[in-house]
């Protein structure tokens, strides 16, 4: 029987919880701006044209010949560790080589977090060092691409960092049946601030004529304006949040890191014990690669396929950006009344219909492939943050940066999937838009899988109490 005092409590727990709350979500707010506007939109290019403007100078410095009409892929190869390969290339390799070394060194951060317990520090400590390299950025000029691409690994690893450490907060502030709406919120707020700030930015692009500044000193200030606006906001969820459990470990110094390590080799081993938190993961996998696939190769598919100019290409990724705050808001809002798996479930079907929906676009047909974009943001959040919320009900007490770091690490090793198959296929046919079909089977497999994921089961197993719905 309660009485008053354990209803003040029970009051108050609340309160403390709601203030959490608040301030991790703008943690989402903070770090979106990397991946949209620096990977997504900024760096690809000005750091080929850094690596480009390299290679012509070799060329001229060694007598060779020029790169033919300014082609990143011919004649404009440049070294480093020995290797040589076209600038053009640049890009897609770095990106590789980052998810490796995320791959390697995620898992061994998380199981630091969780030996530790010093998360909230070692969030500040990933989210400013990754934001001081973003705004570092703004020095690579000229053809000292080499320091671009130490940066970015930096700041990459940085960013990975610290959504494990991020994610991990999610099941100490919110109740299972808080979750949902918390993750949700924090996804949409997360879209909305990167959508803001890449509007800002765009501005500025689009206006470089009349500022006079150049398309290169635009990028500049994009990556400064991303350092600023990701250091800002993550001020807020620091002042918010606290620490809730005590160290698993006693390690001090380099003993963490080892400590880290045989933290890391506990969880693999006793991660057996919960196939249902594994089959659920794996089926995660599945459908986000087609989510990340949908969302990289969206510009690809309006620009060459549909013929589309770079100002429609710029409206399409803000009208994603603003119309997923609105997705996510109204997923939370949907799984608090039908639960987050069936919600899901739901997710994956308007996927597959907004697919099917692009490959009969025409060419040149802006209002059809606007509403595509809309229907593209409305799930493309959505989906993701009651995925993020559903798995932290399944990851057992304790270990949470852990299993999010194989979460997160998961999603990246497996991140090649779907590029491969829209490639392979558009090679195959010689048309994206057979590529762009070939994309629902991530969704029509996830969603099968996803339906005989016993969720109630797997986060009985791992101890943790079950929410009202799920």
């Known amino acids: 029987m309660k009485v008053k005092g354990d209803d003040a409590a029970d009051a108050n727990n609340a309160g403390r919880r709601k203030k959490e709350q608040r301030g991790w979500v703008w943690y989402d707010v903070a770090n979106s701006v990397f991946p949209t ?15 480009t403007n390299a290679a012509k100078a070799d060329n001229a410095l060694n007598g060779a010949n020029p790169c033919a009409n300014d082609n990143a892929f011919t004649n404009c190869d440049v070294t ?80 990975g960092s610290s959504v494990v450490v991020y ?22 707020f997360g879209y909305l601030g990167g959508g803001v700030a890449l509007a800002i930015q765009l501005g500025i692009t689009l206006s470089a004529d009349s500022l006079g500044i150049s398309s290169g000193d635009a990028a500049r200030i994009a990556f400064v304006i991303s350092g600023i606006w990701w250091a800002a906001f993550t001020i807020i969820p620091l002042r918010a949040l606290t620490e809730h459990q005590r160290p698993h470990g006693d390690e001090q110094g380099t003993s963490v890191i080892s400590g880290g390590f045989k933290e890391l080799g506990t969880t693999l081993r006793q991660a057996k014990a919960f196939p249902l938190t594994l089959a659920f993961l794996g089926t995660y996998l599945i459908y986000t690669d087609g989510i990340a696939t949908v969302a990289n190769v969206s510009a690809q598919y309006g620009s060459v396929e549909l013929k589309f100019d770079q100002q429609t290409l710029i409206t399409v990724i803000l009208i994603v950006q603003f119309v997923a705050f609105i997705g996510g808001v109204l997923h939370g809002f949907v799984a608090k009344r039908i639960g987050a798996k069936k919600t899901i479930l739901g997710s994956l079907v308007v996927w597959i219909v907004v697919i099917t929906a692009a490959f009969f676009v025409q060419a040149g047909d802006e209002t059809s492939f606007y509403l595509v974009a809309a229907g593209i943001g409305i799930v493309l959040g959505g989906t993701n943050a009651l995925s993020r919320s559903l798995f932290s009900q399944m990851v057992p007490p304790g270990r949470e940066a852990q299993y999010f770091s194989l979460y997160e690490v998961g999603e990246r090793s497996t991140s090649w999937l779907g590029p491969l198959v829209f490639a392979g296929v558009g090679q195959a046919t010689g048309s994206l838009r057979p590529a762009i079909l070939a994309l629902i089977i991530f969704f029509v497999a996830g969603f099968v899988l996803l339906i005989f994921v016993p969720v109630r089961r797997a986060i009985k197993a791992v101890g943790n109490k079950e929410p009202v719905l799920v």
Do not use: H
């Not at 951060?109 to 400590?125: E, H, P, S, V, Y």
């Open 167 to 188: 994610y991990a907060f999610l099941p100490e502030i919110a109740t299972p049946d808080e979750r949902d709406a918390v993750s949700s919120r924090g996804w949409a």
């Open 37 to 51: 506007s620096v990977i997504t939109v900024f760096l690809s290019l000005y750091l080929t044209s850094i690596a």
């Open 80 to 159: 480093i560790l020995g290797l040589q390969f076209p600038s053009g290339s640049l890009w897609g390799y770095l990106l590789s080589i980052a998810t490796v070394v995320q791959v390697i060194v995620l898992p061994v951060m998380g199981a630091i977090a969780d030996r530790t317990q010093n998360k909230k520090k070692m969030l500040g400590f990933f989210a400013f060092t990754g934001s001081a390299a973003t705004i570092a950025l703004a020095t690579v000029e000229g053809t000292n691409w080499k320091l671009g691409v130490l940066l970015f690994i930096i700041a990459n690893i940085c960013y």
